[in-house]
Nanobody
Framework: QVQLVESGGGSVQSGGSLRLSCSAS????????MAWFRHGPGKELEGIAV????????DYVESVKGRFTVTQDNAANITYLQMNNLKPDDTAMYYC??????????????????????WGRGTQVTVSS
């Protein structure tokens, strides 16, 4: 059974840090493209970070660039999202998603939710001012 499980969310003050984890019980091919999305209160689902297994660095939406970093531990099948200098606007439910490789999956510009076949249930991040 394909499963993605997020963890690491919580409540922090503005300027704080959190590290989210996404444990994936999917085949290696099915997680070649990993992504993090978030859904904030009153906002639409937003793709914020992508990571292709064949590239060392992730790509990010402008609002989190320089603050968030996505990394992978392929041996442990875990994808991380390190979030630093958190802001109240970062408050959201955070989801990880996985997909088989598709053209452009290493770049944030090609990121759409429909591309990702596997999703976790989310972990809540709340940032207070």
């Amino acid at each position: 059974q394909v499963q993605l499980v997020e963890s690491g969310g919580g409540s922090v003050q503005s300027g704080g840090s959190l590290r989210l984890s996404c444990s994936a019980s999917v085949s290696p091919d099915s997680r070649d493209c990993m992504a993090w999305f978030r859904h904030g209160p009153g906002k639409e689902l937003e793709g914020i970070a992508v990571k292709y297994s064949g590239v060392s660095k992730g790509d990010y939406v402008e609002s989190v660039k320089g603050r968030f970093t996505v990394t992978q531990d392929n041996a442990a099948n875990i994808t991380y999202l390190q979030m630093n200098n958190l802001k109240p606007d970062d408050t959201a439910m955070y989801y990880c998603a996985a997909a088989e490789v598709f053209v452009g999956c290493a770049t944030i510009g090609a990121m759409t939710a429909a591309r990702y076949a596997y999703w976790g249930r989310g972990t809540q991040v709340t940032v207070s001012s």
